[in-house]
T-cell receptor
Framework: QVQLQESGPGLVKPSQTLSLTCSVY??????????WSWVRQRPGKGLEWLGY???????NYNPSLRSRVSISVDTSKNQFSLKLTSVTAADTAVYFC???????????????WGQGTLVAISS | SSELTQDPAVSVALGQTVRITCQGD??????ASWYQQKPGQAPIVVLY???NRPSGIPERFSGSDSGDTASLIITGTQAEDEADYYC????????????FGGGTKLTVL
């Protein structure tokens, strides 16, 4: 059974960099075929796709965040990470990591998801 | 970038059938995936591709697609189906960005 687990600080100061790591269990990032993704949910709001990286490090990001977000993979540790720079209170959210599965032409889905981690931006 | 539009809220009587829709141009090129999220929990996928249910998802969950609209259909809705539902797809074959619908809060009466 594949499981994902987010880790990182729950409080970040404004203008600093938010850094989270997702540990993957039961699957190997280096086996390929999946997109290692981050999704966030601001309090009381919907899901927001942040971006993904594949096992080679090729990545794709939400255009609204592209200048501030980066996602990287560490195949040696079977982890992937999110960095979001210059954070403000608007970046306060629950951050989920998820594996996006490619199921054939035009078929993608996210499974599983991590349980999510709340990151508050406050001084 | 592409957008996916969902009704903010839908209600259904216990045991009845409900359709939750998701509309967007990207759905002409990509299948939607559907996620159920209950308060304080991570989303789980309930449907993907051409009407595929992951193991453990009840048969009462099904889907249909027509043009730019995807639908999640719950037949014989149960009280435990009360949740927020989100659709997702890639935006275009050229960009491959992800996009979520705004979510539909399903209330079971």
């Amino acid at each position: 059974q594949v499981q994902l687990q987010e880790s990182g600080p729950g409080l970040v100061k404004p203008s600093q960099t938010l850094s989270l790591t997702c540990s993957v269990y039961g699957d190997s990032i280096s086996s390929g075929g999946h997109f290692w993704s981050w999704v966030r949910q601001r309090p009381g709001k919907g899901l927001e796709w942040l971006g993904y990286s594949d096992y080679t490090g090729s990545s794709n990001y939400n255009p609204s965040l592209r200048s501030r977000v980066s996602i990287s993979v560490d195949t040696s540790k079977n982890q992937f990470s999110l960095k979001l720079t210059s954070v403000t209170a608007a970046d306060t959210a629950v951050y989920f990591c998820a594996r996006e599965v490619y199921g054939g032409p035009s078929i993608y889905w996210f499974a599983p998801w991590g349980q999510g981690t709340l990151v508050a931006i406050s001084s | 970038s592409s957008e996916l539009t969902q009704d903010p809220a839908v209600s259904v009587a216990l045991g009845q059938t409900v359709r939750i829709t998701c509309q967007g141009d990207s759905l002409r090129r990509f299948y939607a995936s559907w996620y159920q999220q209950k308060p304080g929990q991570a989303p789980i996928v309930v449907l993907y591709g051409k009407n595929n249910r992951p193991s453990g998802i009840p048969e009462r969950f099904s889907g249909s697609d027509s043009g730019d609209t995807a639908s999640l259909i719950i037949t014989g809705t149960q009280a435990e189906d009360e949740a927020d539902y989100y659709c997702n797809s890639r935006d275009s074959p050229g960009n491959h960005l992800g996009v979520f619908g705004g979510g539909t809060k399903l209330t079971v009466l």
